[in-house]
Nanobody
Framework: VQLQASGGGLVQPGGSLRLACAAS????????LAWYRQAPGKQREMVAQ???????NSRDSVRGRVIFSRDNAKNTVYLLMNNLKPEDTADYYC?????????????WGQGTQVTVSS
């Protein structure tokens, strides 16, 4: 599976962005999908996840500000981020992961840059 992330950009504090992760093949119901981010000088951290069964979770700092959606026909998952804050500035990466027969299948998209600044 190849993943293509897009949707980043420059936004003012309080604004919104919708990140997109387009997959080259079917991902829904097969992979756990997640968005990670990495700010300069910091470790990569998970932002939000939606499991293959549809369960969502997110880190405390973004909880209540992010919403998952999907387009099955396009094999694309979206993450709407609302009320963005300067501390949300980072490169964002999408990830698809599953375990099968003791093997880890782990795929990453390239980063899309989010900058929150006035």
């Amino acid at each position: 599976v190849q993943l293509q992330a897009s949707g980043g950009g420059l936004v003012q504090p309080g604004g919104s962005l919708r990140l997109a992760c387009a997959a080259s093949g079917e991902i829904f119901g097969i992979y756990d999908l997640a968005w990670y981010r990495q700010a300069p000088g910091k470790q990569r951290e998970m932002v939000a996840q939606i499991t293959r069964s549809g369960t969502t979770n997110s880190r405390d700092s973004v909880r209540g500000r992010v919403i998952f959606s999907r387009d099955n026909a396009k094999n694309t998952v979206y993450l709407l981020m609302n009320n963005l804050k300067p501390e949300d500035t980072a490169d964002y990466y999408c990830n698809a992961r599953r375990y099968e027969s003791g093997r880890l299948y782990d795929y990453w998209g390239q980063g899309t840059q989010v900058t929150v600044s006035s």
